[in-house]
């Protein structure tokens, strides 16, 4: 998700899962072919497996920002036909090119020829009035044959004029029997459901339906929900860290990155909704937002907020 997960970001959601798939945000092939692509991909392989997302619809530029991708180490490669931005659709890419479902499928031949790691598409279940099934069978399979076997699909459809990115969301009603329709339509292929979707727990029956689950906005606003996946989704019977765990080794992290010359709230910014529903979230999120931009401060800022998180909790548990 744009401006959220950053590498940053990353290595505090891997603290939470060591099997879930990260994304990164998106980014554009012109930028990797034209900007600091050294930059645009740096990531630590701590943040593995993470899928880099990539926005174009130039099928020979595709294919260089995949090559790139594949080089920085990513395990897989997305193409972004989901984002309603004005300035995406001026550029020709995002849910626009759910009408374009052949140029979708040229980027995705000339991508996946040049890499050996899985080249996926993030899509919408319909863009404007094409939002019937018979356009999103005929997206899918079009991408199909050219051997796309992995589909993540946002159960809204996009609004492309007159909604905002943040308006396209949330007003376009979800629909999930639509993407379980698609995946009663092609079974052989791995249909991964987004959208709306907060709690991992209640979640888990969709797998009756689909092959997959993605969240989004709950996964960066509440993030401990993410500490139970290990368990539930891989069967991974190890004890996730408690969130003051996942604090101190976060602080560890922020310790390194400071060194190098990285701004403090880049990386607090991330955890604010770490604490969210439980006594003290409220008073730890007010101390981060607070204190973060002081010039003195530095990682022992993670230790503060834990300390007044923990007595928080300590008078609570007195007064109960
Ligand atoms: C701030 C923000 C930035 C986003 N950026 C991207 C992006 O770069 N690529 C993408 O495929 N989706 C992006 N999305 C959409 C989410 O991936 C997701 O499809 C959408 O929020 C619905 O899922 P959710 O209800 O679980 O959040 C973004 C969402 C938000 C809130």
Request: net charge positive; with cysteine; proline share 4%.
């Amino acid at each position: 998700m744009m401006d959220w997960t950053d590498r940053h970001d990353r290595v505090f959601l891997r603290l939470l899962s060591k099997n879930m798939l990260l994304y990164t945000e998106m980014i554009t092939s012109k930028a990797l072919k034209f900007g600091d692509s050294k930059k645009l991909l740096a990531h630590s392989p701590r943040e593995h497996p993470v899928a880099l997302q990539i926005g174009g619809s130039e099928p020979h530029e595709m294919a260089y920002a995949a090559q790139l991708g594949e080089d920085a180490g990513y395990q897989e490669l997305n193409i972004n036909v989901g984002c309603p931005s004005s300035r995406v659709q001026s550029g020709m890419f995002g849910a626009c090119l759910m009408r374009e479902p052949h140029t979708v499928a040229e980027c995705f031949h000339a991508m996946q020829k040049v890499v050996n790691i899985p080249v996926t598409i993030k899509c919408r279940i319909g863009v404007d009035e094409n939002d019937d099934l018979e356009s999103l069978v005929t997206f899918i399979d079009t991408v199909a044959s050219a051997g796309c076997s992995t589909f993540i699909i946002h159960a809204r459809k996009a609004i492309l004029s007159g909604l905002s990115p943040k308006e396209n969301r949330e007003i376009p009603p979800l629909n999930y029997e639509r993407v379980y329709e698609v995946k009663r339509h092609f079974p052989q292929l791995h249909i991964i459901i987004n959208g709306g979707i907060k709690d991992p727990k209640s979640a888990l029956s969709m797998l009756e339906k689909v092959d997959g689950i993605m969240v989004g906005r709950e996964a960066y606003q509440n993030p401990y929900i993410l500490s139970a996946i290990d368990r539930l989704y891989y069967g991974k019977e190890q004890k996730p860290l408690s969130r003051f765990d996942v604090l101190d080794e976060y602080s560890n992290y922020i310790q390194q990155q400071l060194a190098q010359g990285v701004a403090l709230q880049h990386m607090t910014r991330h955890i604010l909704g770490l604490f969210k529903g439980e006594i003290g979230g409220k008073v730890f999120r007010r101390f981060l937002s607070e204190n973060t931009h002081n010039k003195n401060s530095g990682s022992e800022i993670i230790l503060n907020a834990k300390k007044i998180v923990m007595n928080a909790q300590k008078k609570s548990a007195l007064h109960s």
